[in-house]
């Protein structure tokens, strides 16, 4: 499977640290995205970075992309209570064409006040 | 306002029976997309569709039928519905073009008892 995998499946911290979601997958791709879904409703996209792009910013959002090692992570900084939710990462591998994701499992981030 | 609507948010039925899931789209996208989420198996595509009357399968679209025939709606219809097919599913919409996020609904919450 192309599938893409998050690590850790959980993660709980404190409001105001950093929390840290990493994402792996198989076979080169075109783009690597990540989605937040909070509970009982649908996946909202967060941050898209391509496969010649190595590090994106987005506010409180960083996401780096390391192709020799086909893993990418998420870091939210200065977390907050509204940051709790599960985050995956998606990745495209039809290289323009047929488009179309492999999602991951998940993480499921809590924020604790 | 504009968006991707899925109804009904929540149904139960029962094996055998036929149901079908609707997804509209405001944003003119051209490609649509149905996933299930199940626990420990994150989001799988079941179908998804370039644009009106073109239609393929994702990775698990054994028992599920989609059509195509107007660009804003893209309907999900299990004709004999199993035990197996309770799940979340989400409908999502795209321009289609790589680098493009996918836009979510807030899923059908089907039982089948």
């Known amino acids: 499977s192309q599938q893409g995998e998050e690590d850790p499946q959980a993660l709980s911290i404190q409001e105001g640290e950093n929390a840290t979601m990493n994402c792996s997958y198989k076979?080169?791709?075109?783009?690597l995205q990540w989605y937040r879904q909070n509970s009982g409703r649908g996946l909202v996209h967060l941050i898209l970075?391509?496969?010649?792009?190595r590090e994106k910013h987005s506010g409180r959002l960083r996401v780096t992309l390391d192709t020799s090692k086909k893993s990418s992570s998420l870091l939210i900084t200065a977390s907050r209570a509204a940051d709790t939710a599960s985050y995956f990462c998606?990745?495209?591998?039809?290289?323009?064409?047929?488009?179309?994701?492999?999602f991951g499992k998940g993480t499921l981030l809590t924020v604790n006040p | 306002d504009a968006g991707i609507t899925q109804s009904p948010r929540y149904k139960i039925t029962e094996t055998g029976r036929q149901v079908t899931l609707m997804c509209h789209q405001t944003w003119s996208h051209s490609y649509m997309f149905w996933y299930r989420q199940d626990l420990g198996h994150g989001l799988r595509l079941i179908y998804y569709?370039?644009?009106?009357?073109?239609?393929d399968k994702g990775e698990v679209p054994d028992g599920y039928v989609v059509s195509r025939s107007k660009t804003e709606n893209f309907p999900l219809t299990l004709e004999s519905a199993t035990r197996s097919q309770t799940s979340v599913y989400f409908c999502?919409?795209?321009?289609?073009?790589?680098?493009?996020?996918?836009?979510f609904g807030d899923g059908t919450r089907l039982s089948i008892l």
């Open positions: 076979t080169s791709i075109n783009n």
């Open positions: 569709s370039a644009a009106a009357d073109i239609t």
């Open positions: 970075i391509r496969s010649n792009e």
């Open positions: 999502a919409s795209s321009h289609g073009q790589s680098n493009q996020p996918q836009h």
């Open positions: 998606a990745t495209d591998h039809s290289g323009g064409s047929n488009y179309k994701l492999t």
